[in-house]
T-cell receptor, first 111, second 116 residues
Framework: SQKIEQNSEALNIQEGKTATLTCNYT??????LQWYRQDPGRGPVFLLL?????KEKRKERLKVTFDTTLKQSLFHITASQPADSATYLC??????????FGTGTRLKVLA | DTGVSQNPRHKITKRGQNVTFRCDPI?????LYWYRQTLGQGPEFLTY????????KSRLLSDRFSAERPKGSFSTLEIQRTEQGDSAMYLC??????????????FGPGTRLTVL
């Protein structure tokens, strides 16, 4: 069955550093992959979408890579700020309309 | 604000009671989804509407759950005879599918259900 793995342990980093979050998937080949941010008690908020023919996508301080050979996406936040603290979810395209989400990685940026 | 809205934001009920949640999608979006999320997990797909047609219902959804989207606008999710295991955040999302373009889903704030 399709499976998505994200670091279940929280990631703590110092303010100003680059945070790198990992999303690994197995048993399917998504045409695209999306990253969402979720704050406690709120719905996920769309951040970035990267397609299989794109190796890298940037938006302000965010960068996403997509390696279809490794079946992995990396999500980077440069010059991290305490306001970036949240849970980040990846959702590879499942080939249908429904998303399959990872469990998310909780990021905490320390001032 | 033209985002996805959900009501109520919080619902506390006693086991055995029925509850109904409402979702108002972004107005031009033709697709609507319901997800359930428990603590420490990602959202889990429950059901999906294309306009007013319910096209898929997850096997996770028991017969106690029903969803409607009359006239392809707002949607309701009803849970009958609630159980403590139904306690979760219920999320609604909508998207606009146009041809083969990937459709990003936009989520509402969720309804937090607590079953006592």
């Amino acid at each position: 069955s399709q499976k998505i793995e994200q670091n279940s342990e929280a990631l703590n980093i110092q303010e100003g550093k680059t945070a790198t979050l990992t999303c690994n998937y197995t048993n399917y080949s998504p045409a695209y992959l999306q990253w969402y941010r979720q704050d406690p008690g709120r719905g996920p908020v769309f951040l970035l979408l990267i397609r299989e023919n794109e190796k890298e996508k940037r938006k302000e301080r965010l960068k996403v890579t997509f390696d279809t050979t490794l079946k992995q996406s990396l999500f980077h936040i440069t010059a991290s700020q305490p306001a970036d603290s949240a849970t980040y979810l990846c959702a590879p395209d499942s080939g249908t309309y429904k998303y399959i989400f990872g469990t998310g990685t909780r990021l905490k940026v320390l001032a | 604000d033209t985002g996805v809205s959900q009501n109520p934001r919080h619902k506390i009920t006693k086991r055995g009671q029925n509850v109904t949640f409402r979702c108002d999608p972004i107005s031009e979006h033709n697709r609507l989804y319901w997800y359930r999320q428990t603590l420490g997990q990602g959202p889990e797909f429950l059901t999906y509407f294309q306009n007013e047609a319910q096209l898929e219902k997850s096997r996770l959804l028991s017969d106690r759950f029903s969803a409607e989207r009359p006239k392809g606008s707002f949607s309701t999710l009803e849970i009958q005879r609630t159980e403590q295991g139904d306690s979760a955040m219920y999320l609604c999302a909508s998207s606009l599918r146009a041809g083969v373009i990937s459709d990003t889903q936009y989520f509402g704030p969720g309804t937090r259900l607590t079953v006592l």
